[in-house]
């Protein structure tokens, strides 16, 4: 079953997948003026998702996309997430398949990991933290949803606050969230309007460079 498919994700055509990925786009924002180095990266993402060798991004790492206000950031990764959505197809190869969270797909008797990805805001994941438990127990737990999830991109990260209170317990959510699905190996997508070196001043130098193994920064 492996080998069938691969054999489909060589034989990808990227101008109907990219099609597929404007489509959406469209319905998502209208006509949109995306120069060629936005069309670079939505035709890379597309790769990646199908786990080509022709992708120019590594397989085995997420990606950040940074940039200035208005460069389209975030409609990348929401329309990324409905293109996964919708390729019912897409089969997931190219990382570390066990102990984590897919969509399943029951073919000839077998079950196929089909790709999928959550999307969150930095705020609402905040929120989840600042919100529950009396203790610090339950907004863990809360949290601790988010660690497990195989691809899992954060919206707008560097917007928060550094840290955030519990009932006297402090927290940098973007660091621990980042840093447990990390130990687990799972991929961390994220959109943020830092620099690199501004990454690494708001959440250390051990989270920035964990950032910087496991993750295609995207400019």
């Given at each position: 079953?492996?080998?069938?498919?691969?054999?489909?994700?060589?034989?990808?055509?990227?101008?109907?997948?990219?099609?597929?990925?404007?489509?959406?786009?469209?319905?998502?924002?209208?006509?949109?003026?995306?120069d060629k180095s936005l069309l670079e990266i939505w035709d890379n993402l597309i790769l990646w998702a199908w786990g080509h060798p022709d992708c120019k991004y590594n397989l085995n790492k997420g990606f950040c996309l940074t940039g200035n206000v208005?460069?389209?950031?975030?409609?990348?990764?929401?329309?990324?997430?409905?293109?996964?959505?919708?390729?019912?197809?897409?089969?997931?190869?190219?990382?570390?398949?066990?102990?984590?969270?897919?969509?399943?797909?029951?073919?000839?008797?077998?079950?196929?990991?089909?790709?999928?990805?959550?999307?969150?805001?930095?705020?609402?994941?905040?929120?989840?933290?600042?919100?529950?438990?009396?203790?610090?127990?339950?907004?863990?737990?809360?949290?601790?949803?988010?660690?497990?999830?195989?691809?899992?991109?954060?919206?707008?990260?560097?917007?928060?606050?550094?840290?955030?209170?519990?009932?006297?317990?402090?927290?940098?959510?973007?660091?621990?969230?980042?840093?447990?699905?990390?130990?687990?190996?799972?991929?961390?997508?994220?959109?943020?309007?830092?620099?690199?070196?501004?990454?690494?001043?708001?959440?250390?130098?051990?989270?920035?460079?964990?950032?910087?193994?496991?993750?295609?920064?995207?400019?």
């Amino acid at each position: 079953m492996r080998e069938i498919i691969r054999e489909k994700i060589n034989g990808l055509n990227l101008k109907e997948e990219r099609n597929k990925f404007l489509t959406i786009v469209s319905n998502m924002v209208g006509d949109i003026d995306a120069d060629k180095s936005l069309l670079e990266i939505w035709d890379n993402l597309i790769l990646w998702a199908w786990g080509h060798p022709d992708c120019k991004y590594n397989l085995n790492k997420g990606f950040c996309l940074t940039g200035n206000v208005g460069t389209s950031k975030t409609v990348t990764l929401e329309a990324f997430r409905r293109y996964l959505d919708a390729s019912k197809n897409l089969y997931y190869l190219h990382k570390r398949v066990s102990g984590v969270r897919y969509s399943h797909l029951i073919r000839n008797g077998k079950a196929l990991r089909t790709m999928r990805m959550d999307l969150v805001h930095i705020n609402d994941l905040c929120a989840v933290y600042e919100s529950l438990g009396v203790d610090g127990t339950e907004d863990r737990v809360g949290l601790s949803a988010y660690y497990n999830y195989a691809n899992l991109a954060i919206d707008d990260v560097g917007t928060e606050s550094a840290t955030h209170k519990n009932w006297g317990n402090s927290l940098n959510v973007f660091a621990t969230i980042f840093e447990m699905r990390y130990a687990k190996s799972n991929f961390t997508h994220f959109t943020t309007n830092l620099s690199v070196e501004q990454l690494a001043k708001k959440y250390g130098v051990r989270v920035h460079d964990r950032l910087r193994e496991s993750s295609n920064i995207i400019v």
